[in-house]
Nanobody, 121 residues
C-alpha cells in the first residue's frame, strides 16, 4: 500500500515536501508519479519519475517542483517550491509495483490516499 503525507496549509511563495511510502511484499517499484485532481476536472500528472531516474513535469510546475525517489526506503518525494494559490488541490501518489506472491511476481498500479495542499494568497 501507499501512504502519502506532507500536505498542509501554507502561504503563497513558500514550500512543502510531500512523501509517499510504499509497504508490503515489494519486489520492484517501476514508474512513479504525483497527480492532482482539480475540482470538476480529470486527474492530471504533476510529475513522474522512471525506475531509471528520468523525470517529466507538467508545464505549470516546471522549475518549481522536483520529484525524487529513495529506492532503499521505497519512498518518493515531491518538493514543491514557490507555491501558488492555484496549486491548491489534493495530491495523489501513484506507483507501478511488482509484488511477490505465492504465484510469483505480479505488477499492479497503486494509488495513495491523497494529501491536501492549500496555498493561501
Amino acid at each position: 500500500q501507499l501512504q502519502a503525507s506532507g500536505g498542509g496549509l501554507v502561504q503563497a511563495g513558500t514550500s512543502l515536501r510531500l512523501s509517499c511510502a510504499a509497504s508490503g511484499s515489494i519486489d520492484t517499484i517501476y514508474n512513479i508519479g504525483w497527480y492532482r485532481q482539480p475540482p470538476g476536472k480529470q486527474r492530471e500528472l504533476v510529475a513522474g519519475i522512471t525506475i531509471g531516474g528520468s523525470t517529466n513535469y507538467a508545464d505549470s510546475v516546471k522549475g518549481r517542483f522536483t520529484i525524487s525517489r529513495d529506492n532503499a526506503k521505497n519512498t518518493m518525494y515531491l518538493q514543491m517550491n514557490s507555491l501558488k494559490p492555484e496549486d491548491t488541490v489534493v495530491y495523489y501518489c501513484n506507483e507501478q509495483i511488482a509484488v511477490r506472491t505465492p504465484y510469483g511476481r505480479v505488477v499492479n498500479d497503486y494509488w495513495g490516499q491523497g494529501t491536501l495542499v492549500t496555498v493561501s494568497s
